[in-house]
């Protein structure tokens, strides 16, 4: 496994943990691909990092989408750089957060986005 599977797996126990049910894809890619196809989505929850999409581009993407445009996203990422966390807001993020992710910051961006 690598960082990234990791970090699924960690927030997948999480969300589960809470009665959530989860998916979890690989990259952006497939993330865009899901979308299309799955119409009962709640929240997208992303690492900054992921093969063949930044952090940037999934929120920018899911928000020019008539259809996807009202579901929340989150941006993680192991890095605390202001200046990409700014961005990723800007792009259309509802929050960011910094891992090693706890629960406790799962539980107060899953309550405060999904209200």
Not at 39 to 48: F, G, L, R
Not at 62 to 72: A, H, M, T, W
């Given at each position: 496994m690598n960082d990234s599977s990791v970090d699924r797996a960690i927030i997948a126990v999480i969300l589960r943990s809470s009665r959530f049910r989860v998916t979890a894809v690989e990259s952006g890619k497939r993330a865009v691909e899901l979308l299309g196809t799955e119409?009962?989505?709640?929240?997208?929850?992303?690492?900054?990092w992921m093969p063949e999409m930044t952090?940037?581009?999934?929120?920018?993407?899911?928000?020019?989408?008539?259809?996807?445009?009202?579901?929340?996203?989150?941006?993680?990422?192991?890095?605390?750089?202001?200046?990409?966390?700014s961005r990723c807001l800007e792009e259309g993020a509802e929050d960011f957060l910094v891992k090693p992710v706890r629960a406790s910051d799962a539980s107060r961006v899953f309550s405060r986005v999904l209200r």
């Open positions: 119409p009962n989505v709640s929240m997208i929850i992303t690492d900054y952090g940037y581009e999934l929120p920018k993407k899911v928000k020019e989408s008539s259809k996807l445009k009202q579901i929340p996203v989150v941006i993680m990422s192991s890095e605390n750089v202001s200046t990409r966390i």
